[in-house]
């Protein structure tokens, strides 16, 4: 029997797609590796105990090199300081019952540190029903307990109180206090951390920049209790990361210049951003549009664009995109906030979006917030929105 003539058009597209999506799967791969790599108990939260940071703007330099990004300061690094209010170990007893950290009740990021024993109330141990302090706060007083039955949410302290301040769980405390021991250790001093940045240059317009940045700090830990931050922001971070794979090779390089930025000490109130545009490693002038990435594990229920309102041309942009190509359910938008590292740039006058991915992720600030819980199903979609709306940017 005569054999059927050979489809080498059908070959040729099998060879292609199956590229694609082994391509695909190597970027995701990638992205996730970093994820993992960033919010595993070795980086102890990228905080400021025991050296988190520093271990995490190490890695990331480490990367910008082996992908070959410019560097525009020393060894990618642009270093600053601020003072920071940290705890090495956390201890609460009431009563005769030792109390779970980060489970049972959480030291205000604020708290004074050392210890006490046989605390009373009145007399030592302060009161304070879902905040409400008491007028009278007693004899000597060295610790506030304030009885809580909110979710806990944590954040790094850039003062240091005068007194112990501990939240507790309603729930967790005995019917009626008797006594209250404690012992909180750490530090409150000035660190030395640092913003990566590494440039890829652009082909047509190379002195015009579009900025896409992450800051990739976070809480750190609370004595043993570990903040892992994968959602927030070691997602953000390792989808940066991937970005900067792509545009940093040949058969992909940007029009414009892009300037792939890490930022440190997001969480301490915005202050890695804030330095870098007061200390600009490139005129601001020269950029284009700011990219700000945080919190990009989730995308069932789509993308937000904070600020979106005031940069329509963006938004619409990122719209159009995703309508034309479903990518994720829908992009929104929403007014301008100082909730993220875009914001200090819009001070400055510049052109900044933030953007963050909807559903999926409830863990916020808290030991939840771990990669292994994060399924991160939407990551092409993202990747391929952000990817387009980068090759397809035009300077007005």
């Not at 995701?28 to 993992?36: G, S, T």
């Amino acid at each position: 029997m005569k054999s059927a003539p050979f489809n080498y058009a059908f070959l040729f597209l099998g060879l292609f797609f199956g590229s694609s999506q082994w391509l695909l799967a190597q970027n995701a791969a990638y992205a996730r590796r970093h994820l993992d790599t960033l919010s595993s108990a070795a980086f102890h939260g990228r905080g400021y105990v025991a050296g988190g940071q520093q271990l995490a703007a190490d890695y990331l330099l480490r990367e910008f090199a082996q992908l070959g990004l410019q560097a525009l300061s020393d060894n990618y690094l642009q270093p600053f300081k601020l003072e920071v209010n940290s705890f090495d170990s956390v201890y609460l007893r009431l009563n005769k019952q030792a109390l779970v950290p980060g489970t049972d009740f959480v030291v205000h990021p604020m708290s004074g540190h050392g210890q006490a024993q046989k605390l009373k109330p009145g007399k030592g141990l302060v009161l304070a029903e879902n905040g409400k302090q008491p007028k009278e706060m007693g004899k000597n007083p060295r610790l506030i307990l304030e009885t809580t039955d909110q979710k806990f949410t944590w954040s790094v302290g850039r003062d240091q109180w005068p007194l112990a301040y501990v939240e507790v769980r309603k729930k967790a405390l005995p019917p009626k206090i008797k006594r209250a021991d404690f012992y909180f250790s750490g530090s409150y001093k000035s660190h030395t951390v640092a913003n990566v940045a590494g440039l890829v240059r652009g082909i047509k317009h190379p002195d015009s920049i579009i900025v896409i940045c992450a800051h990739y700090d976070h809480l750190g830990r609370m004595g043993s209790v570990l903040f892992p931050g994968a959602n927030d922001n070691a997602s953000g971070t390792a989808l940066l990361l991937d970005l900067a794979r792509h545009y940093s090779q040949p058969q992909h390089q940007p029009d414009y210049s892009l300037l792939f930025i890490a930022f440190a000490a997001e969480e301490a109130g915005l202050v890695g951003s804030n330095y870098f545009v007061n200390h600009p490693l490139v005129p601001l002038k020269r950029i284009s549009l700011v990219l700000n990435l945080d919190l990009m594990a989730g995308g069932s229920e789509g993308m937000m664009v904070v600020n979106g309102e005031a940069q329509s041309r963006a938004f619409q942009l990122l719209d159009s995109l995703n309508r034309a190509n479903s990518y994720l359910k829908n992009v929104q938008k929403r007014a301008n906030a100082a909730n993220s590292d875009h914001y200090p740039f819009t001070q400055k006058g510049v052109p900044a979006i933030f953007v963050y991915t909807l559903g999926d992720v409830t863990a916020y600030h808290d030991p939840n917030d771990r990669s292994e819980s994060l399924q991160w199903q939407h990551y092409h979609q993202i990747f391929g929105l952000l990817r387009s709306f980068t090759d397809q940017w035009q300077q007005p």
